[in-house]
């Protein structure tokens, strides 16, 4: 099984873009997902380090500026989904991936915070 680490870039891009409420608190996540057309669009008009922003986990061992090296998106690489911070602690508590299960929950309660949502 692949193993994680945070990615701290991507956590401070997603705060800020909570900040600036660049958020989405309704989705389908299973509809709004990027798929690979449009990673690879993404990619191509923003280059890896935008691209890398979106993902809070990074693949152990992965080599840089590599899709394998990207894991748990969160937005749909214009804002940040709730369903998607809610679809990666799913999934990162799924696989016992704790820190960026941690990550996304810290992320979600800022989110929720600053939506207003108690």
Same mark, same amino acid.
Not at 9 to 33: E, K, M, N, P, T
Not at 68 to 85: Q, T
């Given at each position: 099984?692949?193993?994680?680490?945070?990615?701290?870039?991507? *956590?401070?891009?997603?705060?800020?873009?909570?900040?600036?409420?660049?958020? *989405?608190?309704?989705?389908?996540?299973? !509809?709004?997902?990027?798929?690979?057309?449009?990673?690879?669009?993404?990619?191509?008009?923003? +280059?890896?380090?935008?691209?890398?922003?979106?993902?809070? +986990?990074?693949?152990?061992?992965?080599?840089?500026?590599?899709?394998? /090296?990207?894991?748990?998106?969160?937005? !749909?690489? #214009?804002?940040?989904?709730?369903? +998607?911070?809610?679809?990666?602690?799913? #999934?990162?508590?799924?696989? #016992?991936?704790?820190?960026?299960?941690?990550?996304?929950?810290?992320?979600?309660?800022?989110?929720?915070? /600053?939506? +207003?949502? /108690?």
């Amino acid at each position: 099984m692949a193993r994680y680490e945070v990615n701290p870039d991507a *956590v401070a891009f997603v705060r800020s873009r909570i900040a600036a409420r660049q958020y *989405v608190l309704d989705s389908d996540w299973g !509809d709004v997902q990027p798929d690979a057309a449009a990673q690879n669009a993404y990619l191509e008009r923003h +280059g890896w380090a935008e691209y890398a922003a979106w993902h809070l +986990g990074l693949t152990d061992g992965a080599s840089e500026e590599t899709k394998a /090296r990207y894991a748990f998106v969160v937005g !749909d690489l #214009r804002r940040v989904h709730r369903s +998607g911070l809610i679809a990666c602690i799913y #999934r990162a508590a799924e696989w #016992r991936h704790k820190a960026v299960e941690r990550a996304a929950y810290d992320l979600l309660q800022e989110l929720d915070e /600053r939506a +207003g949502i /108690r």
